[in-house]
Structure formats: structure tokens, C-alpha cells
């Protein structure tokens, strides 16, 4: 009787344990009712303002310089949610700078130019914590969007680390919006603490190496476990493409895969500066080629104390590339001042040496902030090329009202740049040369840089007497066209260096004429 009554004791005591888990856990459930749930839109910006853009949506994710308190304010009167952008597994600025070890950092990333942080970092966890803590005192965000926690899926060492300060986020904003980028490996450890995931780069990306816009293939599998995990967490899924705001075909199949597989999607530029509006459908504009007639060459007009078209230190020293001239910009310190006729849709150009770097990015200012309006990409053919930039009438914002004309801001940052403006004319110019191992040949390209062709051009291959060796006639170069030459070195004969030299007695009227001439050192 008394063992009957022990057990009879032990399983009430284990009925009654599991009774209070359930409601325990039903009663967290329901004190974190996920609160977007219910919204039927989203959208992501890291400009500035355009509060009227932002209003139409439910919610609202930006930089904590995007908007000001005031603003803020205003859209949560509205019933809308403001989330904070906010870098957990990257930091922006140097780490020694904010007191963070050395050891915390795991490496740099060259895309961001920003540094991979050890997640198990007590340092790294606090200074995020507090940046946190000061963001919701200032502005009083709903909550926090938490980027780069691939970092941990990179070093997967630092896992533990990135889960435990997703915990501590949790716990230290108990009632706060907290959405998840990727981190995929993550989620089964981190799901009970968010609100929701963004799968970042779903059905299109940015291509770093080409400077383009890409179609992703989806995986059906993948889709599927991460909205079984969703389901299970209880936490909703968010997408975010990106494009070219005009490209419709793209556009049109990332929207196509949104609804294929039942998600909630939105479309942006690469620096999430573009609010893009989908709910009519994207038209084709028109842009002026003529509306700026103004010419940057670098080495000729391009700085001093007369010129001031570029500024900033991130534009490097001059550098000569088979005879021409160009400078490298870095960072987001290469500004670029140009003219305009009107505040209109509008073409310019630029020319960059078409190297292995990473393709060009351009900015422009707008009055607040700065939009990113073009990705120029590279394709390794080193030479010269020239290709057109877009700029939308209402992005030109006059930055000196006391000059005639307008006088338009951009930032600059990746390649090595030659020409900015209106190349309306030839530009003829050496490109890469090789010399076979046997030193018998030479491969050398000529390109033409400029818009207009260039017709019946001369290129003379003379000694270091002056002597023509061989006289070469092209009948046209296009514009962005590239000729490879090859010239067989005569046998026996006793030749240290060549000089190549393109349209000798300047009958095309080109814009650079002193890159026309090219030394070769054959040994």
C-alpha cells in the first residue's frame, strides 16, 4: 500500500510539473506574440528622410541616421514599426578605435571594408549592447534589425558566441522587434528569440566581381526548411531582392518567385538607398545625353587651384597606364563635382581602365543623403572603357546655387578612372601589351575610348632611332571598340625597345593627344 501510494505521489508530482511547463510555455508564447504577424508590407532604407515614401508601409527598417526622432514619432502615430539596422557580426569602423581587443577581430571584409568580429567576444557583445541601449533611449525604435550573423556561419568556431549574444539581446529587450538576417545554421538555437527572419539575397544579388545584377536559382528544399523552422519558432519570413530600378524582367521574376513560394517580398537598390514602388507597374524613362556638355580628364582639369572637379582624399595620385592617366578612387572620399543644364533625367560617362578590380559604385547627393545611382562593372580586358551613368531628374540637387548652371555631387569608389562627363569625341589609347617568351612578337591593343568613332587611324611601330618599322592602318574604331595588333619582330634583327604611336600627324581630333605614344622595353 505504501509503494502503491509513493508512485501514485511521484506521477501526480511529474503530472503537475509537466502541467506547469505547458503553461509556462504557453504564457511566454503569448507574451511574445509575435508583433508582425499581421503586416502586409515592408520596407528597407538607409537614406535619409522621405517620411511620405515610408509612411505607406507597415514596417519600416533604416539606419539610425535615417530618420530623426521627430519622424519617427510621427510614423509610430501612424501605427507603423521602425526597426534599427544594427551590425552584430561586422564592425563598421576600426575595433581598436571603439577599445575592442585585437583578438576579437577574425579578419576584414574587403566588399564592406569592415571587420569580422569574434561573436564570443565579451567586449564586442557589450559595445553592441550598448549601442543598442543608447538607440532606443534616443529615438525609441520598436526594435532592432540584427545583420551580418553569417559571420559565425563563416567562422563556425564562433557560433556559440553569436548565439549567446542573440539570447542577450533577447533578454535585455524582452519586448522589443527583433529580426534576424540569414544565419540559417543558426536558427534551431536562435528562433525562440526572433521575431522574424530576412532572407537576404532570395530569387536576386548584386554581383561584386561583375557589378551586375543576377537571377538566383531557389532551392524548394532549402524554402521548405526554413518555413517548417518558422512555423516551429513561430517567427515570419521576409525577403529582400535586389535591382536596378528600371530593370523590369528582373524585377518581374523576383516577384513572380515571391508569390511562387507564398512570401513576403521587397526589391532594393545594393546600398538600400532606393524606396522602389511595386505597387504600379515599372515604366521605361527617358534620359538626356546632352544635358551635361562638361568633361573631366584626369591630369588635366581634374584638381588644382584653378579646377575642383574631384575632391576628397580618396582619390589616389595619378597613375600611367600604357600612356594614359588615371586615378584610382578609394573609399567614399572621391567626390566628383558636374555641371548640369537642367534638373531632368540625365546620362553622363565615365571612362575607367577595365582592370580585375571590383566594379565601380557611384553615389549621388540629393540634398540629404546619398543615393546609390550606378554599378559600372569590370570585365579584365585592360584597356580603357567608357559607359554611361543614369541619374534621375529628381536626385539633382544644386550644391552651389552661386555658380550658373547646377552643380551636381557624386561619390566615387573602386576603379581607375580617366574621363567623367560627355566624351563626345574619339579617344584613341593603348591598352595592355605582351611579349612572347621568345621575344620575337608583341601583342599591344589600341581601344577607342570616346562616343564618336574614330576613322582611317594611323599606328606606327618605330625604333629607338625613330625609324618606322611598320606602318598599320585601322579604317574605324567604334566607340568601346578594341583592336589586338601583333607585329613580328624581323629575324636577326637587334632591337632593346620599340615605340608605338597612334595617329602620328593628329588629323583625328581627339580628346588626349599626348597618350598616343608607347614605349615597349623588349628585354
Not at 567626390?335 to 531632368?344: C, D, I, M, N, S
Request: aromatic share 12%; with cysteine.
Amino acid at each position: 500500500m505504501k509503494s502503491f501510494l509513493r508512485f501514485l505521489s511521484i506521477t501526480l508530482l511529474v503530472v503537475l510539473f509537466s502541467l506547469c511547463m505547458v503553461i509556462n510555455t504557453s504564457l511566454v508564447a503569448l507574451a511574445r506574440e509575435n508583433p508582425l504577424k499581421n503586416i502586409k508590407n515592408f520596407v528597407f532604407f538607409y537614406g535619409q528622410g522621405k517620411v511620405d515614401k515610408l509612411e505607406k508601409y507597415d514596417l519600416i527598417v533604416v539606419q539610425d541616421y535615417t530618420l530623426t526622432k521627430e519622424e519617427i514619432d510621427y510614423l509610430k502615430s501612424r501605427g507603423r514599426k521602425v526597426v534599427v539596422y544594427i551590425s552584430i557580426g561586422e564592425a563598421d569602423i576600426d575595433p581598436a578605435t571603439l577599445g575592442i581587443p585585437r583578438d576579437c577581430v577574425l579578419g576584414k571584409n574587403k566588399y564592406w571594408n569592415s571587420w569580422f568580429m569574434d561573436s564570443r567576444c565579451v567586449a564586442w557583445q557589450d559595445y553592441v549592447l550598448n549601442r543598442m541601449r543608447d538607440m532606443i533611449a534616443k529615438k525609441g525604435y520598436d526594435g532592432f534589425f540584427l545583420d551580418t550573423l553569417d559571420t559565425a556561419v563563416e567562422f563556425t568556431d564562433t557560433i556559440p558566441g553569436m548565439v549567446n549574444l542573440v539570447k542577450r539581446i533577447r533578454d535585455t529587450f524582452s519586448n522589443a522587434i527583433l529580426i534576424q538576417n540569414r544565419g540559417f545554421p543558426l536558427l534551431e538555437e536562435t528562433g525562440k528569440y526572433i521575431d522574424a527572419l530576412l532572407w537576404e539575397v532570395f530569387a536576386s544579388r548584386y554581383n561584386f566581381e561583375t557589378g551586375k545584377y543576377e537571377k538566383l536559382v531557389i532551392s524548394d528544399t532549402l524554402v521548405k526548411e526554413q518555413k517548417d523552422l518558422a512555423e516551429k519558432y513561430g517567427y515570419i519570413i521576409l525577403v529582400l531582392d535586389f535591382s536596378g530600378e528600371y530593370d523590369i524582367e528582373l524585377i518581374n521574376y523576383v516577384r513572380n518567385q515571391w508569390q511562387k513560394y507564398g512570401l513576403l517580398g521587397s526589391i532594393t537598390d545594393l546600398f538600400i538607398s532606393r524606396i522602389y514602388d511595386l505597387s504600379k507597374a515599372v515604366k521605361q524613362r527617358e534620359y538626356d545625353r546632352e544635358n551635361t556638355d562638361q568633361l573631366i580628364v584626369m591630369g588635366k582639369n581634374d584638381k588644382g587651384n584653378i579646377y575642383a572637379y574631384i575632391y576628397g582624399p580618396g582619390w589616389k595620385e595619378l597613375e600611367n597606364f600604357y600612356g594614359s592617366l588615371a586615378r584610382k578612387c578609394e573609399g567614399w572620399d572621391a567626390g566628383v563635382v558636374l555641371t548640369f543644364k537642367e534638373k531632368k533625367d540625365s546620362i553622363f560617362y565615365v571612362t575607367i581602365y577595365d582592370d580585375v578590380d571590383l566594379p565601380l559604385r557611384i553615389t549621388t547627393y540629393d540634398g540629404r543623403s546619398w543615393p546609390f545611382i550606378a554599378s559600372v562593372p569590370v570585365e579584365g580586358s585592360r584597356v580603357f572603357k567608357t559607359f554611361e551613368v543614369k541619374l534621375k531628374g529628381e536626385e539633382i540637387f544644386d550644391s552651389d546655387p552661386d555658380t550658373p548652371l547646377i552643380q551636381q555631387k557624386f561619390g566615387f569608389q573602386g576603379v581607375r578612372v580617366l574621363l567623367i562627363g560627355y566624351p563626345n569625341k574619339p579617344e584613341l589609347h593603348f591598352g595592355r601589351f605582351e611579349i612572347s617568351k621568345g621575344k620575337d612578337r608583341i601583342y599591344f591593343r589600341i581601344g577607342n575610348a570616346g562616343l564618336l568613332p574614330a576613322r582611317n587611324v594611323e599606328v606606327l611601330i618605330l625604333d629607338h632611332s625613330n625609324n618606322v618599322l611598320e606602318r598599320i592602318l585601322i579604317n574605324e574604331l567604334k566607340s568601346n571598340e578594341v583592336k589586338e595588333i601583333e607585329y613580328i619582330i624581323p629575324k636577326g634583327a637587334n632591337i632593346s625597345d620599340l615605340y608605338l604611336k597612334i595617329d602620328p600627324d593628329n588629323k583625328i581630333d581627339e580628346i588626349i593627344e599626348e597618350n598616343n605614344l608607347l614605349k615597349v622595353d623588349i628585354k
